[in-house]
Antibody, heavy 117, light 107 residues
Framework: EVHLVESGGGLIQPGGSLRLSCAAS????????MSWVRQAPGKGLEWVSV???????YYADSVKGRFSISRDNSKNTLYLQMNSLRAEDTAVYYC???????????WGQGTLVTVSS | DIQMTQSPSSLSASVGARVTITCRAS??????LAWYQQKPGTAPKLLLY???RLESGVPSRFSGSGSGTDYTLTISSLQPEDFATYYC??????????FGQGTKLEI
């Protein structure tokens, strides 16, 4: 069974950094397109970033230069390094299989990131 | 970047009703469109992809159509469990898959 489990969310001060992790099971992360999608409280879904199977990466303009997506093939895990965090980055962050050039057919349960002093 | 405009933003309907939600892309997306259903406190769930292909396990009362820039999601006969928020997403662009603003379907 295909499964994604995120971790690493929490409360962080503005300007701080946080790394989210997403452990995959039932498939291989590096053979798939993998995305991060976020949802601010009471708001809609926002695509954040994608890493393709060839390792190329893309970012939404709202996070470009601050966030970095990566993967560890040995751990079958996806990451999102978030730097220079702002209040507007407060959201539930979902790890997803697909999301760019393919539909999202598997979502994690989400992890909440709260940026506040 | 490709922008997605989804309408309406909210919709009230009764059990048994037929409802339609539309999504318009700012440029042609060659049927690279998915529809998701989200219930409060849970992750979205894939309903349809490639504009009209039903994901495995999704009831046949859900259907999708469209081409070019304009797409629709139709629920033929609303069931109580269908009251949720629905999102479209284009995945045509290499630069990222943008979502529509969402449609909240209420009783």
């Amino acid at each position: 069974e295909v499964h994604l489990v995120e971790s690493g969310g929490g409360l962080i001060q503005p300007g701080g950094s946080l790394r989210l992790s997403c452990a995959a099971s039932g498939f291989t992360v590096n053979n798939n397109y993998m995305s991060w999608v976020r949802q601010a409280p009471g708001k809609g879904l926002e695509w954040v970033s994608v890493i393709y199977s060839d390792g190329s990466t893309y970012y939404a303009d709202s996070v470009k230069g601050r966030f970095s997506i990566s993967r560890d093939n040995s751990k079958n895990t996806l990451y999102l390094q978030m730097n220079s965090l702002r209040a507007e980055d407060t959201a539930v962050y979902y790890c997803a299989r697909g999301g760019s050039l393919s539909q999202i057919d598997c979502w994690g349960q989400g992890t909440l990131v709260t940026v506040s002093s | 970047d490709i922008q997605m405009t989804q309408s309406p933003s909210s919709l009230s309907a009764s059990v048994g009703a037929r409802v339609t939600i539309t999504c318009r892309a700012s440029q042609g997306i060659s049927n690279s469109l998915a529809w998701y259903q989200q219930k409060p406190g849970t992750a979205p769930k894939l309903l349809l992809y490639a504009a009209s292909r039903l994901e495995s396990g999704v009831p046949s009362r859900f259907s999708g159509s469209g081409s070019g820039t304009d797409y629709t999601l139709t629920i033929s006969s609303l069931q109580p469990e269908d009251f949720a928020t629905y999102y479209c997403q284009q995945y045509y662009s290499t630069l990222g898959g943008t979502f529509g603003q969402g449609t909240k379907l209420e009783i």
